[in-house]
């Protein structure tokens, strides 16, 4: 199967989708590029030495463990919470505004995040 973007026009929200090798990340690759060309801050939430580690030193990489989501998502909570402390200081001190702690976040291999999302489910319940 060929690759498959999803957009829609009054979301900036997408979804590539498609088969190993199909060339998934190759599109991610390049909508990233545009993005941190445009200044954009990217966070990319994904496995260790996965397809996006050629963004390291552009963007905040957090790497993900599937056999430890606790440790994964808080991760990625940590991350988040020290961002808007940042937004929050700047604020107070009527620094130029920052309008949050990412504007491009890029979930790698979503079936290992949909793994670690049914555990914490199981977890809370």
Partial sequence: LPISIFARTDTPHILVAGR????????????????ILDGKRVVIFGKTG???E????????????????????GKLTDYLR??????LR?????RPTWQGP???????????????????????V
């Fill in 20 to 35: 190993t090798g199909s060339g998934k990340s190759t599109a991610m690759k390049v909508i990233i590029t545009q993005h």
């Fill in 50 to 52: 996965g397809d996006f």
């Fill in 54 to 73: 050629v963004f390291r030193k552009y963007a905040t990489i957090i790497e993900l463990d599937a056999s430890d989501p606790d440790a994964a998502v």
């Fill in 82 to 87: 020290a961002a808007w402390v940042e937004v």
């Fill in 90 to 94: 700047r604020q107070k001190e009527a």
């Fill in 102 to 124: 990412v504007d491009v976040l890029v979930l790698d291999e979503l079936d290992n995040w949909a793994a670690i999302t049914e555990e914490i489910g199981r977890a809370h």
